[in-house]
């Protein structure tokens, strides 16, 4: 597991850690944002730590290829991801990117993404996260706490822009 997806899996744990069966979670039953619709297969009660770190580089981070974003957009990917899927991520990037926005990461995806300018991506992709999400369903009940989630992506964002490669 790379250095940068340690650093962020630890503030995505600190955001997602403990056990929820909240009955207007379309996820259900979640420990360590691990939930039992993706992962019907898991006791999810019983998750350890280490194997939700384990389910998000195999198939969160891999996925969207974190360590080839800039700093600044890797996180922000990641934390889409965990929220709404890799996929999901993958195409609202795209779309931000100005790609065909299949959901798919190749080699178009990565020219463009090494092209943009990182700030600008990472503060789009934030925006382009919170039109997505206040359209959903759930908004309503879940809106309040999405954009609390949101601000503490801003404030990341502020703490990566110090990072050298943003």
């Given amino acids: 597991m790379s250095p940068l997806f340690l650093r962020f899996i630890n503030r995505v744990l600190g955001i997602e850690a403990g056990y929820v069966n909240d009955p207007d979670d379309p996820g259900g039953e979640t420990n360590w944002g691990i939930s039992k619709r993706s992962y019907p297969h ?30 600044i957009a890797a996180y922000q990917a990641l934390d889409f991801a965990v929220n709404s899927s890799p996929q999901t991520a993958i195409r609202k990037l795209q779309f931000v990117l100005g790609v065909a926005d299949d959901g798919y990461w190749g080699p178009v ?11 600008k991506l990472a503060f789009r992709f934030i925006a382009e996260r919170a039109d997505y999400m206040r359209k959903l369903k759930n908004w309503p009940s879940a809106g309040r706490g999405w954009m609390g989630r949101l601000a503490a992506d801003l404030r990341f964002a502020a703490m990566d822009l110090l990072t050298e490669d943003a």
């Fill in 42 to 71: 898991l006791d999810i009660r019983n998750l350890t730590r280490e194997a939700a770190i384990q389910i998000y580089w195999d198939d969160f981070w891999l996925p969207i290829h974190g360590d080839e974003l800039p700093t």
């Fill in 109 to 119: 995806t990565l020219t463009a993404a090494r092209a943009a300018n990182p700030i």
